[in-house]
Structures are given as structure tokens and as C-alpha cells.
């Protein structure tokens, strides 16, 4: 089985900042890109930033400049750095990934439980 396990969300003041991680764990044998997406209440999910394996990155516009992915191989994590939170950004942050667990097989896409982060004086 495979899991995919966030961390990192809390309640922070606008302007403030918070760093997300997003571990693996299981059996597979590799993981192909990486994504953090997020939803707000009563608003659809949507796509915030991705990182492929050789650490190609891509951020949303809503984000760019502010929000930062990265990931670390060895430790089979991504993290979502966040700076300069405001109050729009308050949602679930969910952690997706394309993981292979089989040499020769198709990767299959995996989520996390998300991890709430809100943005609140």
C-alpha cells in the first residue's frame, strides 16, 4: 500500500509564513511528479504548484513569487514553502503524487488526507 501524509498546516497571521511537507511511504519504486493542491471552503480544488522528479517546478499565477515547491528524492517528501500568506489562501492543502510500484508499470495517482491551513488576524 501507499500512503501520502501531510504536515505542516496551522493557523498563521496574514503575511506570515508556513512550510508544508508531504511524505511518501510504502512500497512502490518510484515517484514521478509531484503536486500540492488545495480547495477553500465552497470552492472547487484547485492546482497550486508541481514538481516533477528531476525537480522541474510550476506554480499557479495566484501563487507565483510567493509560494515555493520543492522535493527531496531520498526522503521521498515535497514540501510547499508559503510566504506572504493572506486570507485567500486559507483552505485544505492536499498532497497528490504519480507513483510507480511496479518496474514496468504505469504510475498510478495517490492523495494525501490534507492539512488545513488558515489565514486569520
Known amino acids: 500500500q501507499v500512503q501520502l501524509v501531510e504536515s505542516g498546516g496551522d493557523l498563521v497571521q496574514p503575511g506570515g509564513s508556513l512550510r508544508l511537507s508531504c511524505k511518501a511511504s510504502g512500497s512502490f519504486v518510484k515517484i514521478n511528479t509531484m503536486r500540492w493542491y488545495r480547495q477553500a471552503p465552497g470552492k472547487e480544488r484547485e492546482l497550486v504548484a508541481s514538481i516533477t522528479r528531476d525537480g522541474t517546478d510550476n506554480e499557479a499565477v495566484s501563487v507565483k513569487g510567493r509560494f515555493f515547491i520543492a522535493r527531496d528524492n531520498a526522503e521521498n517528501t515535497a514540501f510547499l514553502q508559503m510566504n506572504t500568506l493572506n486570507a485567500e489562501d486559507t483552505a485544505v492543502y492536499y498532497c497528490?503524487?504519480?507513483?510507480?510500484?511496479?518496474?514496468?508499470?504505469?504510475?498510478?495517482?495517490?492523495w494525501g488526507q490534507g492539512t488545513q491551513v488558515t489565514v486569520s488576524s
Open positions: 497528490n503524487a504519480d507513483i510507480q510500484r511496479i518496474w514496468g508499470r504505469d504510475s498510478r495517482t495517490y
